[in-house]
């Protein structure tokens, strides 16, 4: 492994409060390709190598396995645990009353951790698909969002933060619509907002909506998921590495197409969290956060090549009536009921 890199060349996002956090992650969802023991062994060489925020959830089936990890580096002197920022999600099976309070209970258990740092409602939603499912399947108990069930499971998400279990509470895969409904019925603001975010499918809107409201943009899918289950596949998608201006400044910087995905991302202002297993490009992706920028030119080559390609289309938690995936996103800018 390469020599460890000095935080305080990596730049920082500032959170509601004045904290700041490293620019980048690392994802640690295995998709169906990669087991605990290898998402875990790759958070213990990320930490090792200077990675200080760790993007967990409770249904990527892994976190007890980083919570040895987490022990480790904590007892070998890797890091204090201050200086690690954790983050994790309730799934959409433990939306009920109490069960978002239990699900965290269990994630600190696992992680080994007395508070999570920041933690996030996975999806706005209580539809439920078992890890590993098909894409074709469905739950039958699978409905639209709604606004009160929403608040319900938020209300317990403040209360974590109320009895020092959390330090943040976040939303993730939300539409303006969405958060336009239920922003002004939280007590305790998100600070984050985890969204898809790549060259292809850059969501302005949602992006400069969660930016005017002091929410922080985290990226999911940073460089198009090349690694994603086979259910979010479809033949529309676009592979980020081969977009014309990523193509472009890759040559011009003789980097990997997916590192000039990442530069962006960053110099754009929200913070990606790239998974990988590979020594060689997680040492990569956060070493090139450091080095090399990419012009005004660039990134505004990189702006104009939005494809509006959403990778994650959500469609395993449609209801009955639906009409398709786009249901869940309200693209005609009303929620869908």
Same mark, same amino acid.
């Given at each position: ?39 875990? $062994? #790759? ?7 200077? !990675? ?6 409770? +249904?990527?089936?892994? *976190? %007890? ?92 998400? $403040? #209360? ?7 330090? !943040? ?6 539409? +303006?619509?969405?958060? *336009? %409904? ?156």
């Amino acid at each position: 492994m390469e020599e460890k890199l000095e935080q305080s060349l990596i730049p920082k996002r500032t959170l509601p409060g004045g904290e700041q956090i490293p620019c980048m992650g690392l994802g640690t969802f295995g998709s169906d390709k990669y087991g605990a023991d290898k998402v875990s $062994e #790759a958070v213990f060489g990320a930490i090792k190598y200077g !990675y200080r925020l760790i993007d967990c959830a409770s +249904v990527y089936q892994n *976190e %007890a396995q980083i919570g040895q990890v987490f022990r480790r580096v904590f007892a070998e002197g890797v890091v204090k645990r201050e200086e690690l920022f954790v983050t994790s999600k309730v799934w959409n099976d433990k939306h009920g009353e109490g069960e978002v309070i239990a699900s965290c209970e269990k994630s600190l258990e696992d992680l080994g951790l007395s508070q999570i740092d920041l933690y996030f409602v996975h999806w706005p939603f209580p539809n439920y698909h078992a890890p590993g499912c098909s894409g074709d399947a469905r739950n039958p108990d699978s409905r639209p969002f709604s606004v009160e069930e929403f608040m319900g499971t938020w209300r317990q998400c $403040e #209360a974590l933060v109320d009895r020092g279990l959390v330090r !943040y509470i976040g939303m993730s895969n939300m539409t +303006v619509p969405k958060l *336009e %409904a239920v922003l002004p019925l939280c007590r305790i603001q998100p600070a984050a907002l985890e969204m898809e975010l790549h060259p292809s499918f850059q969501q302005p809107e949602l992006f400069d909506y969660a930016v005017s409201h002091n929410i922080l943009p985290i990226g999911y899918c940073p460089i198009g998921s090349p690694s994603r289950p086979e259910r979010d596949r479809t033949e529309e998608d676009v592979a980020d590495t081969e977009l014309p201006s990523v193509a472009a400044a890759a040559k011009a910087h003789q980097v990997h197409p997916a590192v000039v995905c990442l530069k962006w991302a960053v110099q754009r202002g929200q913070v990606p969290i790239p998974f990988s297993v590979k020594e060689a490009q997680y040492i990569s992706n956060l070493h090139c956060t450091v080095c090399d920028p990419l012009t005004d030119q660039e990134m505004e080559a990189i702006r104009k090549d939005d494809k509006g390609c959403r990778l994650v289309k959500g469609q395993v938690f449609l209801w009955e009536g639906a009409k398709g995936w786009e249901d869940l996103w309200d693209l005609d800018g009303r929620i869908t009921q």
